[in-house]
């Protein structure tokens, strides 16, 4: 029973164009979101997070929205580019651990 | 240059052997983690520890075993007991638990079967 789905395994989008990753997740008592960046043979690296209280937290080029009532958030990457080519998870904090999605593989295409 | 080494990078079990992945920081962080990672899934929390001469098992414990006899080392044991150990694990460390701090990752070990 998957508590965090991230229901897109891949995503292509042309570079400059917007990045809209998405999340879902059915326990309504996750309090933190975050999302990490994982290049091929790496460990994820941290990317953004934001709280149950916000609806919204913008870092540079990144931002991501919570909707509570639909139990959804998303990553908006604007303008894409070329590094940002990678998998992106979502994970949401419950009781001091991480709920992690299956990741979305982000591809930018030139 | 601050960070999180795991090692090796590729490790190979023969059956019925026990093997050690190593991690070490030098972040003076109090929380260590363990992940284990398999095709299309999110990572699951093996053990974790938040303090040295400490540790709690996650959401997949058995088969695998922890220490922590220094707050900059946590190797894990993935032991005969468990039966599909094939999968990519990574090691994570943050501040503390107690504060939402983000983790910070290794570059993973690869474990695979003989």
């Known amino acids: 029973d998957q508590q965090v789905k991230q229901n897109s395994p891949s995503l292509s989008v042309q570079e400059g164009r917007i990045s809209i990753l998405n999340c879902d997740y059915t326990?309504?008592?996750?309090?933190?979101f975050l999302w990490y960046k994982k290049y091929p043979a790496e460990g994820p690296t941290f990317l953004i997070s934001?709280?149950?209280i916000k609806d919204k937290n913008e870092d540079g080029r990144f931002t991501v929205f919570l909707n509570k009532s639909a139990k959804h958030l998303s990553l908006h990457i604007v303008p894409s580019q070329p590094g940002d080519s990678a998998v992106y998870f979502c994970?949401?904090?419950?009781?001091?651990?991480?709920?992690w999605g299956a990741g979305t593989k982000l591809i930018i295409k030139p | 240059d601050g960070g999180i080494t795991q090692s090796p990078k590729y490790l190979f079990r023969k059956e019925g052997q026990n093997v050690t992945l190593s991690c070490e920081q030098n972040?003076?962080?109090?929380?260590m983690y363990w992940y284990r990672q398999d095709p299309g899934q999110g990572l699951r929390l093996i053990y974790y520890?938040?303090?040295?001469?400490?540790?709690q098992k996650g959401d997949i414990a058995e088969g695998y075993s922890v220490s922590r006899e220094k707050k900059e080392s946590f190797p894990l044991t993935v032991t005969s007991a468990q039966k599909n150990p094939t999968a990519f694990y990574l090691c994570?460390?943050?501040?503390?638990?107690?504060?939402?701090?983000?983790?910070?990752f290794g570059d993973g070990t690869r474990l695979s079967i003989l």
């Open positions: 972040l003076n962080h109090d929380a």
């Open positions: 520890s938040q303090i040295v001469n400490d540790f």
């Open positions: 326990n309504s008592m996750f309090d933190y």
């Open positions: 994970a949401a904090h419950s009781n001091y651990q991480l709920i």
């Open positions: 994570a460390s943050s501040i503390g638990r107690q504060i939402l701090q983000p983790q910070h």
């Open positions: 934001i709280s149950s």
